[in-house]
């Protein structure tokens, strides 16, 4: 028999009272006489008849933290009988000595603060009734399709009941633009997990720095990362680690992982742990040798000065643009000051000239998602930085190999820095900060 459990995986660091603030604030913009509909991520298939390792919706995670797949929220905001209910699977000892403990609907109520929940197969018997005499619909269509075709299979019967007195919603609306500007703005709770992943990760790539030498395997590094990941509470990794020795550095997605690393060829390593579903996305750049030379010192020092430059401007009141901007300001003068761009400096911003050498934006959101959900721009300009706003802060330059025009000495040098930066009221807080960048503290640290 399955021996019963209180707490599965349950969020030691957000606790259930900010999970139903969530849920209230959106039910609050919902307004009463609306439904608000969430599914959960589905299981999905790694090969044959096993699984990926289950990863929830992070708009589902986000306003439940319920664990399991085959789930749905109802919001029903001003509903007397319970505003907040939950679908999931049925306690089932057979299916659970195979597959895991489930929470059941009894242990959802206890664990998770759900008014009512019922089992999913109920489900095609129980919505459509709470979805009578509602005005509004919020949910999220093109997740899941199955599930879009019985939201709307449930609309169709209730229009199908009007001659009998039946009230079906009127209205569909996209429930993500509310949800996603929410999520924009991290909790203290949400920061809290933040620096601890973030931690966790710093803590990963200073012991790559320790350990990498020539002739070790990229494979060596990524090992190492996810290792001191798990080990530091962050089971998973955010996102697939690019490590990236010598010329695969200038594949900006370079994931195969697998190359010998060469003396005298640089690693970049972007690389963050999840924790509780919030990710860390770092990167840094150092000499497989222990060892910059003097081409790799010239460019790495350009893009240690974007980053620097570029965090300083990611404050409450500029545009989210800012980082960008100073970023390319500045590579771009370094790509002067190397010789490898010649010309006016505002003349070669306005012409992209550095984009062949850097060809991405500075940054992005972060949260559940390592690229986080929220608007970039606002009435067609660009967002302006808020308080609790987390970012990244990531300027690079890449010279490919064969690169049409480029001196061979810059060959094969990828270089890229990223921090997490989170904004304060009166400035920043930069996450990932205790990972070393320095130059002269790379060099020493590697000896």
Same mark, same amino acid.
């Given at each position: 028999?399955?021996?019963?459990?209180?707490?599965?995986?349950?969020?030691?660091? !957000?606790?259930? $009272? @900010?999970?139903?603030? *969530?849920? %209230?604030?959106?039910?609050?913009?919902?307004?009463? +006489? #609306?439904?608000?509909? !969430?599914?959960? $991520? @589905?299981?999905?298939? *790694?090969? %044959?008849?096993?699984?990926?390792?289950?990863?929830? +919706? #992070?708009?589902?995670?986000?306003?439940?933290?319920?664990?399991?797949?085959?789930?749905?929220?109802?919001?029903?905001?001003?509903?007397?009988?319970?505003?907040?209910?939950?679908?999931?699977?049925?306690?089932?000892?057979?299916?659970?000595?195979?597959?895991?403990?489930?929470?059941?609907?009894?242990?959802?109520?206890?664990?998770?603060?759900?008014?009512?929940?019922?089992?999913?197969?109920?489900?095609?018997?129980?919505?459509?009734?709470?979805?009578?005499?509602?005005?509004?619909?919020?949910?999220?269509?093109?997740?899941?399709?199955?599930?879009?075709?019985?939201?709307?299979?449930?609309?169709?019967?209730?229009?199908?009941?009007?001659?009998?007195?039946?009230?079906?919603?009127?209205?569909?609306?996209?429930?993500?633009?509310?949800?996603?500007?929410?999520?924009?703005?991290?909790?203290?709770?949400?920061?809290?997990?933040?620096?601890?992943?973030?931690?966790?990760?710093?803590?990963?790539?200073?012991?790559?720095?320790?350990?990498?030498?020539?002739?070790?395997?990229?494979?060596?590094?990524?090992?190492?990362?996810?290792?001191?990941?798990?080990?530091?509470?962050?089971?998973?990794?955010?996102?697939?680690?690019?490590?990236?020795?010598?010329?695969?550095?200038?594949?900006?997605?370079?994931?195969?992982?697998?190359?010998?690393?060469?003396?005298?060829?640089?690693?970049?390593?972007?690389?963050?742990?999840?924790?509780?579903?919030?990710?860390?996305?770092?990167?840094?750049?150092?000499?497989?040798?222990?060892?910059?030379?003097?081409?790799?010192?010239?460019?790495?020092?350009?893009?240690?000065?974007?980053?620097?430059?570029?965090?300083?401007?990611?404050?409450?009141?500029?545009?989210?643009?800012?980082?960008?901007?100073?970023?390319?300001?500045?590579?771009?003068?370094?790509?002067?000051?190397?010789?490898?761009?010649?010309?006016?400096?505002?003349?070669?911003?306005?012409?992209?000239?550095?984009?062949?050498?850097?060809?991405?934006?500075?940054?992005?959101?972060?949260?559940?998602?390592?690229?986080?959900?929220?608007?970039?721009?606002?009435?067609?300009?660009?967002?302006?930085?808020?308080?609790?706003?987390?970012?990244?802060?990531?300027?690079?330059?890449?010279?490919?190999?064969?690169?049409?025009?480029?001196?061979?000495?810059?060959?094969?040098?990828?270089?890229?820095?990223?921090?997490?930066?989170?904004?304060?009221?009166?400035?920043?807080?930069?996450?990932?900060?205790?990972?070393?960048?320095?130059?002269?503290?790379?060099?020493?640290?590697?000896?």
């Amino acid at each position: 028999m399955v021996k019963k459990v209180e707490s599965l995986n349950n969020s030691v660091l !957000i606790s259930k $009272a @900010e999970f139903a603030r *969530r849920r %209230r604030k959106l039910m609050n913009y919902m307004g009463n +006489n #609306s439904i608000g509909i !969430i599914h959960s $991520a @589905e299981e999905k298939v *790694r090969s %044959r008849d096993t699984d990926y390792v289950f990863r929830q +919706n #992070s708009d589902f995670q986000y306003l439940s933290n319920f664990p399991e797949p085959k789930s749905v929220i109802v919001l029903l905001p001003g509903r007397e009988q319970g505003e907040y209910i939950l679908f999931c699977r049925e306690k089932d000892e057979k299916m659970e000595t195979w597959h895991g403990r489930r929470y059941g609907p009894e242990g959802a109520i206890k664990q998770f603060g759900c008014d009512d929940c019922f089992p999913i197969d109920d489900i095609d018997e129980i919505l459509p009734g709470l979805m009578e005499g509602r005005d509004r619909i919020y949910y999220e269509f093109g997740n899941y399709p199955d599930f879009d075709n019985s939201v709307m299979a449930w609309i169709n019967t209730l229009r199908a009941q009007v001659k009998s007195g039946a009230h079906p919603p009127g209205e569909l609306i996209d429930l993500s633009h509310v949800l996603h500007d929410m999520r924009l703005f991290k909790s203290k709770a949400e920061l809290d997990v933040m620096r601890r992943v973030t931690e966790v990760s710093a803590k990963a790539h200073i012991q790559a720095m320790k350990v990498c030498r020539p002739g070790l395997n990229e494979l060596d590094m990524e090992a190492e990362i996810k290792y001191h990941f798990a080990k530091g509470g962050a089971r998973t990794e955010a996102y697939n680690s690019i490590v990236a020795g010598g010329e695969n550095a200038c594949i900006l997605h370079y994931v195969e992982n697998n190359a010998e690393l060469k003396d005298g060829d640089l690693l970049l390593i972007d690389a963050g742990g999840e924790m509780e579903g919030y990710a860390a996305d770092i990167t840094r750049t150092f000499p497989i040798n222990g060892k910059f030379s003097k081409e790799q010192k010239e460019a790495y020092s350009w893009v240690l000065k974007a980053n620097k430059e570029a965090i300083k401007v990611a404050v409450k009141g500029n545009p989210w643009t800012a980082p960008h901007d100073k970023a390319v300001q500045i590579l771009t003068q370094g790509l002067v000051k190397m010789g490898i761009l010649k010309g006016d400096l505002e003349q070669l911003i306005d012409e992209e000239a550095y984009k062949p050498f850097y060809m991405h934006k500075t940054g992005h959101w972060i949260g559940l998602d390592v690229h986080d959900v929220g608007d970039y721009l606002i009435d067609k300009e660009p967002r302006i930085l808020e308080e609790n706003m987390v970012l990244t802060v990531e300027p690079g330059l890449y010279f490919a190999p064969n690169t049409e025009g480029l001196d061979k000495k810059w060959w094969g040098i990828g270089i890229r820095i990223e921090d997490d930066v989170a904004v304060t009221k009166k400035g920043n807080e930069v996450l990932s900060k205790s990972v070393t960048k320095e130059i002269a503290a790379i060099e020493k640290l590697m000896a």
